[in-house]
């Protein structure tokens, strides 16, 4: 999932085992190990015309994620939607989206692929559940409808940008909406409850204003005077 846009040319290659080195970036501080401290941009390996790197701990965790996304589905249909295993396997592909950013800041092992390949797990993980939730009727079907034409618009501007030379990194807001969304998924797979409702509605809230933020700045991106580089 991106923290800030950064525009421009890619940065010259990290090519130093320095620069690979899990404190190359500054103390790791608990605050930056949790991933709260983002100072300082996105690491350099993760930039355009950086090498995928594929072979990285963080991103072998990525891979195990995906493979476990059609455990998730077979398990939901399985059972009608509603199930403790279908919902613990969901909360255990969400929560290894925390696990890689921890391995990579602990381990140094960032990378271009990891970078890509973050957001797509996420996307396609709430796209699970929402599939799951709108065929039982778990969840509000407007809401859901509205999560999910958001993820299907913020893969093709994600592409649109990648192919003109932006790089489409998370925002803020971007981060905090995930988490509600998320657990609303999570909760009604175990129980028909009001709270898992209102999780959704203000993790849809969120990613709406994160959006905006998103054209915003794909706007001014595309405004800007082309460079000679």
Same mark, same amino acid.
């Given at each position: ?10 940065? +010259? +290659?990290? =090519?130093?085992? #320095? ?23 996105? +690491? +350099? %390996? ?19 994620? &995906?493979? *476990?996304?059609?455990?998730?589905? @077979?398990?939901? /249909? ?12 969901? $909360?255990?592909?969400?929560?290894? =989206? ?11 092992? !960032? ?14 993980? @709430? ?6 939730? /709108? %065929? /039982? %009727?778990?969840?509000?079907? $407007?809401?859901?409808?509205? *999560?999910?034409?958001? %993820? ?23 981060? $905090? ?6 657990? #609303? ?6 129980? =028909? ?6 999780? &959704? !509605? ?5 990613? @709406? $204003?994160?959006?905006?933020? !998103? ?15």
């Amino acid at each position: 999932m991106m923290q800030r846009d950064h525009l421009g040319s890619a940065p +010259p +290659p990290a =090519d130093s085992s #320095a620069a690979r080195a899990p404190f190359a970036r500054g103390r790791l501080t608990a605050r930056r190990l949790l991933g709260i401290d983002r100072s300082g941009g996105p +690491p +350099p %390996e993760t930039q355009k015309g950086q090498p995928l790197r594929p072979l990285t701990i963080p991103n072998v965790v990525s891979y195990l994620r &995906l493979a *476990l996304l059609p455990v998730f589905l @077979v398990l939901a /249909f399985r059972s009608g939607g509603r199930d403790v295993s279908a919902a613990l396997v969901f $909360w255990t592909i969400a929560w290894m =989206d925390q696990l890689d950013g921890l391995l990579a800041r602990v381990t140094g092992q !960032y990378s271009r692929l990891g970078a890509l390949l973050d957001p797509l797990t996420d996307r396609a993980l @709430v796209l699970a559940g929402v599939v799951v939730c /709108f %065929e /039982f %009727e778990l969840l509000p079907r $407007w809401a859901l409808i509205v *999560l999910a034409a958001r %993820e299907l618009f913020m893969l093709a501007l994600s592409q649109y940008g990648l192919r003109r030379g932006m790089d489409i990194t998370i925002n803020m807001v971007g981060r $905090w909406a995930v988490w509600p969304v998320m657990f #609303a998924i999570f909760l009604t797979l175990l129980v =028909d409850s009001w709270v898992a409702d209102a999780s &959704l !509605y203000l993790g849809v809230a969120l990613t @709406v $204003w994160a959006t905006a933020i !998103y054209v915003r700045d794909g706007i001014r991106f595309h405004g800007r005077p082309s460079s000679s580089t």
